[in-house]
Structures are given as C-alpha cells and as structure tokens.
C-alpha cells in the first residue's frame, strides 16, 4: 500500500484543507497500516505545540511604530502616478520629423473641431441641468459645477479600453458614494438590467447611450465620458 | 455613515489624498502584522507595508470595486515580501544555531516546561527558517488565518500547491517543537 499522501493528509489537521471523504479513507488507512499510527504518534506532540503557537500569534496583533502612516504617506507624496507608456510619433514613409509635423497640424485642426462641439454639448447639458436642479439634492463642492462634480466621479470608473465597456459593481459603489444623484442612479440601474445573466458583468458604454435614452441628465453625462474616451479614463 | 473601503478606493482614485490615508489608517495594522510575520524584522516589515502601500497608490485604477480590497492588500503585501525574500541575501533574523533550543531552555529553568509565552517566542523565531514559500503559506494560513483558498489566491499559486508548501512547513515545524520539548523534559 502506498503511504505517500496520508503521511501528507495527516498533517492537514484545521477545517477546510482535508474533505470528508478523504478523512475517512486516512483513518481506514491508519487503522490497516502501523508505519503511519507510529508516524502520527511520533508527530502529534509536535504538530499540537506547533498549533498553540500559531494560535497565540493570532491572538496578538503586533502594533507598527508610531508615524508609520504618515512616513507611508510621504513616500506616496513623492510618487507620481503613472502614465501609461508613450510611443513615438510617428508616420509610415515619412521621415520621423515630418511626420510629426504632419501629426500635430492634423492634431490641431482637430482639437479647433472637436472644442467647438464639445463647448455645444456643455450648454446643453447645463440647460438639462438647469431644469433638473429640483429633482437632486447633491450639491457641487465650492465653485465646482455640476459637470465638473459629474466629470470628476467618472474619472474613478475605470474603462476597458479595447471593448469600451465598464464595470456593473463600479457603478453600483458609484450610487452608494453618491446616492442621492439620480444620474448616477439612473446609469447604475440601466447597467443592472444590461448585464443581467452576461458577460461578467460588464456593460458597453454606447448599450448604456441607448438604453439612458429617457434620461436626459445621464445620457448626456455618459455621451461626456464616451467622448472623452477610455485612454483618458485609464490615465488616472 | 463611514465610507467603505471600495467607496474609499474610488475617491482615492479622484485623487482625494484624505480618502486614501483613511484606507491607509484602516489597513496598515493588518499588514504589518503579515509582514512581520513573514520577514522576522520590524524594521523590514515597515519598509513592506511602505513599499505595499505605494504599489497600491500607484495600480488605483486596477482594484477590482466588486472584490474586497483586503484580499489585493494581503495579495500585493505578500507579494512585496516574497520579492524582499527572494532577493534577501541576508542572514535571517534569529537563524537558530545548533543547540540553541538547548541553552536556551536549559539555562532559564531545566526543568521548565514550554509556556505559552515561549511557544511564540520559539514560533517567530522558527518561522524565518522555512524556505521562502512554506513560510508565506504558513504564515497566511496558520498565523493570519486565511482560508486555503485566500492564500492561494493571495500568493498566485494553486490550491494543491498551497496543501503541499503548508504540509513541508507544518512538518518541519512540528519536528523543531517536538526537539524543544524533549530538550525542555529533561531534569
């Protein structure tokens, strides 16, 4: 008989690590085979001193030293939060320069483009919200304006990059940090029934545009984050 | 109402410096506690939980909100240790040197027998002797008193592989308790 794996087994003395079935088939074999009762016997003592001692260490728990927290949050202050890695500019059959060149003149033309319509969006959202005052009792801190709050809660919920999609339980820790917003209500209660029964729990933003279709105030608010765009989401 | 660690997490990552000293005030007990546990040294363990705590300030974005944010704490602090382990080439914080067990026992009270008190002194001294794997599970499972299941989760491993690394560590801890405890009989 091979006594391999119940010398193994006996070892596994705490509830969770041996199942039952097992455990029996170890006591059988116990009761069959003398090597293993005397191996038992010889490391029982050991094996119990060993527990108590384990068991005494969780019943204490050391303290640090005082200013622990404040030596670990200099040594965050000092950290910069990472950006993500850049590549190059570059375009295929130009030279590294001119390609360049060529990127930053397109970039600005399209930055010139999309402020204009952005700065459109913004009013529309702000008269929406005009008309929605009554319906929130969140208020924006100091000078900070609803977009701006709005703005600045969507930059805490990560998105997929590639897919474009966002976490359900991200939402839903959203509504309990904010849970008298009924945008943030809203877009939490459309991304349950999205993702009822699939894909992990995660739903894709432009499913979230269609579906907050009835609510101004949200819809608008996650036609903001699509726009802004999941590379910056992320860059947080 | 107090914040929970997710609701902390996601102001943290607004950038809301009181909300992440609040996760730190929060957690750096629990951490310490692991990390003394597994490198042996105060001063070892602190730069851990420093080291852990950046590594958690640095990856905001990655915290999974629908997961309990003390099991990617116990993940990314056994973590930091296994690397200080592993890069280590230091004598061990209270490595044993043959016949100690004996002077020590036999020179307070030959006939003492092992005390509470003892166990764990003779614990937190032993413990460091495992080899780096035995000692993270053992001090995951046995000391912090995760499930098997937490600690293979915490340490990236598989569950077989856990059982197999807490069975060498409870074995030959077993057998150095066992060596004290015929030392400390004898009149």
């Not at chain 1, 003395?13 to 003398?34: I, T």
């Not at chain 1, 993702?195 to 545009?209: A, N, W």
């Not at chain 2, 909300?19 to 929060?26: D, G, Q």
């Not at chain 2, 930091?80 to 890069?87: A, E, F, N, T, Y």
């Amino acid at each position: 008989m091979k006594c391999g794996r119940y010398g193994e087994w006996m070892l596994l003395n705490r509830p969770g690590e041996l199942d039952e079935k097992s455990g029996r088939e170890l006591e059988q074999h116990l009761a069959a085979c003398p090597e293993c009762r005397a191996a038992r016997l010889e490391t029982n003592r050991g094996m119990r001193l060993a527990a108590l001692a384990a068991e005494r260490m969780r019943q204490t728990q050391p303290i640090p030293s005082a200013g622990m927290t404040d030596r670990i949050l200099s040594a965050v202050a000092r950290e910069k939060r990472p950006e993500p890695a850049r590549r190059p500019w570059t375009v295929p059959f130009l030279p590294a320069r001119t390609g360049r060149l060529v990127l930053s003149g397109a970039a600005a033309c399209a930055v010139l483009f999309f402020a204009g319509q952005e700065a459109l969006v913004l009013r529309r959202v702000a008269r929406l919200e005009d008309r929605m005052a009554g319906r929130s009792s969140v208020r924006p801190a100091g000078t900070e304006s609803w977009t701006e709050l709005r703005s600045r809660i969507s930059e805490s919920v990560p998105l997929d990059q590639d897919r474009v999609t966002v976490r359900r339980s991200d939402l839903e820790a959203l509504v309990r940090l904010y849970p008298d917003d009924p945008a943030v209500r809203a877009l939490a209660g459309s991304a349950k029934r999205l993702t009822r029964g699939r894909d992990g729990g995660r739903v894709s933003v432009p499913d979230l545009v269609r579906h907050l279709e009835k609510d101004p105030i949200a819809s608008e608010w996650v036609r903001q984050m699509e726009k802004r765009g999941g590379k910056s989401w992320n860059r947080i | 109402m107090e914040e929970t660690d997710t609701e902390l997490m996601l102001l943290a990552r607004t950038g809301d410096e009181d909300a992440f000293r609040r996760i730190v005030e929060r957690h750096q007990g629990t951490a310490y506690s692991l990390a003394l546990r597994i490198l042996g040294r105060r001063a070892d363990a602190e730069d851990a939980v420093q080291e852990a705590f950046i590594r958690v300030w640095r990856h905001l974005h990655r915290f999974d909100t629908g997961r309990p944010f003390q099991s990617w704490l116990n993940r990314i602090t056994a973590n930091v240790c296994l690397d200080r382990l592993k890069s280590a080439d230091r004598k061990r914080t209270g490595e044993m040197r043959p016949g100690a067990e004996e002077r020590l026992v036999s020179d307070d009270d030959p006939a003492r027998r092992l005390e509470d008190r003892d166990l764990v002194r003779w614990m937190e001294r032993f413990i460091p002797d495992l080899p780096p794997k035995q000692r993270m599970v053992f001090v995951l499972r046995d000391v912090q008193d995760m499930s098997v299941e937490e600690t293979a989760e915490a340490l990236g491993m598989s569950r077989r592989s856990v059982i197999s690394n807490l069975c060498l560590g409870r074995k030959t801890l077993a057998a150095r308790f066992e060596a004290l405890e015929k030392v400390g009989k004898k009149p």
